[in-house]
């Protein structure tokens, strides 16, 4: 049985640019996605009203940023990762106001990424990966901003992102 999650992609207006800010996950032992870039989210809890409560409730614990529910604006195509057995619910917030600061839950959040989205939607950003798992060849998409790497779910996530965004 699948676990349930969501996450958030939080849209801010700054220097006339819209941004949307990512994570870079703190490293851990146990975690299949340590160190890798995501938005804030993770696991449904029972307390949880819906999926939209457990992406505005992760937000607020991973990088103390507190989006109202009339902030979500929308929801992109769920996704389940067979490496988690995660299924991710992402909602869509437009934020009144640019994050004046942040509060990471170290234990899990490294470091905060706000990338401008017209810089992701440049095709110069968006690259392949080969990956060799036990023989089988891999070309996993991904989107190069500075020194970071967005692939895997994230990646999957960004792409129909800018495909509403801008097409």
């Not at 614990?61 to 507190?66: A, L």
Request: proline share 4%.
């Amino acid at each position: 049985h699948h676990i349930e999650s969501a996450v958030l992609i939080c849209i801010f207006e700054k220097d006339n640019s819209f941004y949307t800010i990512y994570t870079k996950r703190a490293i851990q032992l146990r975690d299949k996605h340590s160190g890798q870039i995501s938005f804030p989210g993770g696991r449904f809890e029972k307390s949880d009203k819906d999926f939209a409560t457990t992406a505005l409730r992760e937000c607020y614990e991973e990088i103390g940023i507190r989006v109202s529910a009339q902030e979500i604006c929308g929801k992109l195509s769920e996704l389940y990762v067979p490496v988690s057995n995660f299924n991710i619910h992402p909602y869509i917030a437009f934020l009144q106001t640019a994050p004046k600061l942040y509060k990471l839950q170290v234990a899990e959040v490294a470091e905060i990424i706000e990338i401008p989205l017209q810089t992701l939607a440049k095709p110069e950003s968006q690259n392949i990966k080969t990956i060799n798992r036990n023989e089988i060849i891999i070309h996993a998409p991904y989107y190069k901003y500075k020194q970071h790497h967005i692939w895997g779910a994230t990646a999957m996530i960004t792409a129909e992102l800018l495909d509403v965004l801008f097409s």
